[in-house]
């Protein structure tokens, strides 16, 4: 049986490029899950004024495959603005590649979702979302899906941690199936609200836990 990664994947998997993560960027985002067998977190820095990709890091919970492509995706980003970005698709990625086995793809899929949400979360913080759309509960329930739980290796959604949300007058309540005490409450939370508060139109939120 042929092997089935060529030269350049193994490169990126041995060599990883822009590798890590960085505490002060201006956007981030998660996609995947170890549950699914992949995830990416990726991380950016941005010119306020150019808007261009000044820095770029990302991590990886993966095969090879999701290595290599997280690491040519901020390889294809690093420099471009957010605009040019955006328009980065997996097949970009996929033939920087030199080509992925048909059962990797979704690795190039993942990682450009992960630059995307990053872009997204760097707009939504910095006010520069054009298309404003009202949250809803079912949009900040997207969101959580996002979040990790560690206990289970699922999202908070999935995993049902989530108890209720309520969204009114620009305030988001998120009730937690969790003890505030618990070993992983304060990261969960952190991340929830990191996902909602970025939000144009959420003012506050209110993370409650189990009693």
């Not at 290796?153 to 309540?173: W, Y």
């Amino acid at each position: 049986m042929p092997f089935p990664y060529n030269d350049i994947v193994l490169e990126h998997f041995k060599n990883p490029r822009n590798i890590g993560k960085l505490d002060d960027a201006d956007g981030k985002a998660t996609e995947g899950s170890p549950a699914c067998g992949d995830m990416v977190s990726l991380y950016l820095k941005v010119d306020p004024e150019t808007k261009v990709i000044t820095d770029i890091k990302f991590e990886s919970y993966g095969c090879a495959s999701n290595i290599a492509t997280g690491s040519i995706i901020t390889e294809l980003a690093k420099g471009k603005t957010i605009d040019e970005a955006k328009k980065i698709t997996w097949k970009e990625a996929s033939e920087a590649l030199g080509g992925l086995p048909s059962i990797k793809v979704h690795c190039s899929v993942l990682a450009v979702e992960a630059l995307r949400s990053a872009i997204q979360n760097y707009e939504e913080k910095h006010g520069l979302v054009k298309e404003k759309v009202a949250t809803t509960e079912e949009i900040v329930r997207k969101r959580l899906k996002k979040v990790m739980n560690p206990i289970k290796g699922l999202d908070m959604v999935a995993s049902n941690l989530v108890k209720e949300v309520e969204v009114k007058d620009g305030v988001v309540r998120i009730a937690i199936d969790l003890p505030e005490n618990h070993q992983f409450a304060n990261a969960i939370k952190e991340e929830a609200l990191e996902k909602i508060e970025s939000l144009w139109d959420v003012e506050k939120v209110i993370v409650e836990f189990a009693d």
